[in-house]
């Protein structure tokens, strides 16, 4: 099963035709992601690495591909629009990399979002993989930027603010000779389009999935509210980490929502939070997979 998408979904690349947007598209088809378009204002018409044709809009791409995901590799200035765009051109949905958009932005386009049946994963985010079941994991499908070669295809769903952390807990998982089903970045910033309490709620209904690791980090409630819903309705063993621990208080620390903002914000009184739910605690980055294998009796 997985989440979000599988080895069947058809992607396109918002930007492809920049440096960054290029390369990491050129890594997703050599994963075997289904990589149908690519759009870039006035390069309509070209082709990407003699396979992949290039549109002027995402709803020409759509309706000459069927894509239904889109991936935003699209500078600060004008992201909002790419995500908007892709939504007005009803794809299903929409992974935003691009990191430092505005927060204002980010406001117009939740307002904008309001009723639509498009999911925004993102902004600053490494993306989403579904790993395959061939070779190197090859064969499934990966959105954004994280190194698909550490994925492997198994039953461990994880849901990550970080995108670094989100690799350490994939490769731990892997050397361990555990698969995931689906690895979800949700970005750090402070408005962004899925939490971690929605990407549990998915984890809990796919039949493929069978524990979870939860990253998080300091700032906000996000944890905290997706850890008061576990306890009562997810049937599934859950390791969270929290990052931040040594974070002075009132200092943004990397992502932009990475900020404590008063007392239940603290690293500690996240993990304070998640252990009262019945959340196996990491106290270190590399304890993640450790912990919840021992958390789930394997």
Known sequence: MAILIDENTKILIQGITGSFGGR??????????????????????????????????????????????????????????????????GVDLVVAITEGIPVMDMMRVKEAMRGSKTRLVGPNCPGIVTPGHGEKSHGGCRIGIAPGYIHKRGNVGVVSRSGTLTYEAVYQLTSLGYGQSTCVGIGGDPINGTSHLDVLKMFNDDPETEAIIMIGEIGGNAEAEAARWAKDNCTKPICGFIAGATAPPGRRMGHAGAIVGGADDTAEAKKKILAECGIAVAETPSDMASTLLAHWGQ
């Open 24 to 89: 990491h598209a050129k890594l997703s088809l050599d994963y075997g992601t289904r990589v149908v378009a690519g759009v870039t204002p006035g390069k309509g018409g070209q082709k990407f690495e003699d396979q992949v044709p290039v549109f002027d809009t995402v709803s020409q791409a759509v309706a000459e591909t069927g894509a239904t995901a889109s991936a935003v590799f699209v500078p600060p200035p004008f992201a909002a629009d790419a995500i908007l765009e892709s939504v007005d051109a």
